[in-house]
């Protein structure tokens, strides 16, 4: 079993021993795209990880990731702006060790990647019983797809959340992705079934989004910054439920904090041990200034 | 080791960790940004563990001056009541 793919995330590649060097443009009309956002194009973070990911597997055929080890986004990249990937890739057990620069067109720094992927396939989630863990309290939020709406700027088809239940803003909250053959990343006959990683993570983090900004003062768009440690145990499949379990850790100048984990049924499928994400008015991002983000 | 050696060990592998380094290149003295190419988010990603290990507050306006090992460690220990 293979994995779908959001999007292409490369244009071109070469490949030498043990690097990869690939070349994307942003376009505002790629899958996906148009959700993100629909006033202004920003390439999403986690589509800077597919890029990684296509590269390496221009270099060594098909990979998952098992394991972001560290992602930092340093400045975003807009509608037509090229993302430059440059990747080292080392054999370590049975997996390969990655380690990717990314910069714009001018060479600038957009982001740094390490993660461990896995060649080969990957046994699927039996869907057990449904969790029963969390059961409601009283104060705590549910919020439906029109009301994540109102909260996040992401919209179709990146809208990657369905249902929020059990919000206690500023704290934690359990919000529901249920994944379809439906979605772009099924388009077409390319091959893969499992959903992938980048989409989980871009899922994830909504969720981690609309936590904070249920109970944050701040407004313009969420911007994912980084991620420590993210490993992604079981594939997820088109007809599974997604439950992402939230903690908002910390808010600091204005810089968010979140942990958690995702299960389908009983199945844990991925452990977040960090991510961070700030939010920015869309018009720091378009002007000079904005392009270095967080000086 | 000494609660000072300790306290400064564990905040120069805080440092080393999000400033992606081993935590032997982290001097005492070395400047975040000039020498280790940090920017404003690493600092608040550095601020955010140490709140978060320490269970201590530090305000916001103590970050300009975070910029080395050194003054991190000046700083977390008056908010922690360290008397090392």
Request: hydrophobic content about 40%; glycine content about 6%.
């Given at each position: 079993?293979?994995?779908?793919?959001?999007?292409?995330?490369?244009?071109?590649?070469?490949?030498?021993e043990g690097t990869v060097r690939a070349v994307k443009k942003v376009a505002a009309d790629d899958p996906y795209m148009p959700g993100h956002f629909p006033e202004l194009t920003v390439y999403p973070g986690v589509f800077t990880l597919e890029s990684v990911q296509q590269a390496v597997a221009e270099a060594v055929g098909p990979v998952r990731l098992a394991r972001l080890r560290s992602a930092r986004f340093l400045a975003p990249l807009l509608a037509g702006d090229s993302l430059v990937v440059e990747a080292a890739i080392e054999r370590a057990d049975?997996?390969?060790?990655?380690?990717?620069?990314?910069?714009?067109?001018?060479?600038?720094?957009?982001?740094?990647?390490?993660?461990?992927?896995?060649?080969?396939s990957r046994a699927a989630t039996d869907v057990g019983a449904r969790l029963d863990r969390h059961r409601?309290?009283?104060g705590e939020l549910r919020l439906d797809h029109d009301a994540i709406r109102a909260v996040l700027p992401h919209r179709h088809p990146m809208i990657l959340l369905d249902r929020i239940e059990h919000a206690a803003p500023g704290e934690r909250l359990e919000a529901v992705k249920a994944v379809s053959g439906c979605e772009p990343c099924y388009q077409g006959d390319q091959p893969g079934s499992e959903y992938p990683a980048s989409l989980l993570l871009?899922?994830?983090?909504?969720?981690?989004?609309?936590?904070?900004?249920?109970?944050?003062?701040?407004?313009?768009?969420p911007m994912f910054t980084a991620a420590r440690d993210v490993v992604f145990e079981r594939p997820v499949l088109p007809g599974d439920v997604v439950r992402h379990l939230v903690r908002l850790d910390q808010v600091v100048d204005g810089a968010a904090f979140a942990s958690g984990e995702s299960f389908v049924g009983a199945d844990r499928v991925a452990v977040v041990t960090s991510m961070m994400a700030v939010v920015r008015p869309a018009l720091t991002l378009t002007n000079g200034n904005g392009r270095n983000h967080h000086e | 080791m000494s609660d000072h050696t300790e306290h400064l060990e564990e905040?120069?592998?805080?440092?080393?960790?999000v400033l992606e380094l081993e935590p032997e290149e982290v001097a005492d003295a070395g400047d975040f940004v000039d020498e280790y190419d940090a920017d404003s988010l690493r600092a608040i990603e550095i601020l955010a563990r140490i709140e978060k290990k320490y269970k201590v507050d530090i305000p916001q306006s103590e970050l300009n001056d975070m910029r080395s090992l050194k003054a991190v460690y000046t700083v977390v220990a008056r908010y922690a009541g360290w008397r090392d």
């Amino acid at each position: 079993m293979s994995t779908a793919t959001p999007l292409r995330a490369i244009d071109s590649a070469e490949v030498s021993e043990g690097t990869v060097r690939a070349v994307k443009k942003v376009a505002a009309d790629d899958p996906y795209m148009p959700g993100h956002f629909p006033e202004l194009t920003v390439y999403p973070g986690v589509f800077t990880l597919e890029s990684v990911q296509q590269a390496v597997a221009e270099a060594v055929g098909p990979v998952r990731l098992a394991r972001l080890r560290s992602a930092r986004f340093l400045a975003p990249l807009l509608a037509g702006d090229s993302l430059v990937v440059e990747a080292a890739i080392e054999r370590a057990d049975d997996g390969l060790e990655v380690r990717a620069r990314c910069a714009d067109g001018t060479g600038r720094t957009t982001a740094k990647v390490s993660a461990r992927y896995e060649q080969g396939s990957r046994a699927a989630t039996d869907v057990g019983a449904r969790l029963d863990r969390h059961r409601p309290r009283s104060g705590e939020l549910r919020l439906d797809h029109d009301a994540i709406r109102a909260v996040l700027p992401h919209r179709h088809p990146m809208i990657l959340l369905d249902r929020i239940e059990h919000a206690a803003p500023g704290e934690r909250l359990e919000a529901v992705k249920a994944v379809s053959g439906c979605e772009p990343c099924y388009q077409g006959d390319q091959p893969g079934s499992e959903y992938p990683a980048s989409l989980l993570l871009e899922s994830f983090g909504q969720a981690a989004a609309v936590l904070w900004l249920l109970g944050a003062t701040e407004s313009g768009l969420p911007m994912f910054t980084a991620a420590r440690d993210v490993v992604f145990e079981r594939p997820v499949l088109p007809g599974d439920v997604v439950r992402h379990l939230v903690r908002l850790d910390q808010v600091v100048d204005g810089a968010a904090f979140a942990s958690g984990e995702s299960f389908v049924g009983a199945d844990r499928v991925a452990v977040v041990t960090s991510m961070m994400a700030v939010v920015r008015p869309a018009l720091t991002l378009t002007n000079g200034n904005g392009r270095n983000h967080h000086e | 080791m000494s609660d000072h050696t300790e306290h400064l060990e564990e905040l120069r592998e805080i440092v080393a960790e999000v400033l992606e380094l081993e935590p032997e290149e982290v001097a005492d003295a070395g400047d975040f940004v000039d020498e280790y190419d940090a920017d404003s988010l690493r600092a608040i990603e550095i601020l955010a563990r140490i709140e978060k290990k320490y269970k201590v507050d530090i305000p916001q306006s103590e970050l300009n001056d975070m910029r080395s090992l050194k003054a991190v460690y000046t700083v977390v220990a008056r908010y922690a009541g360290w008397r090392d």
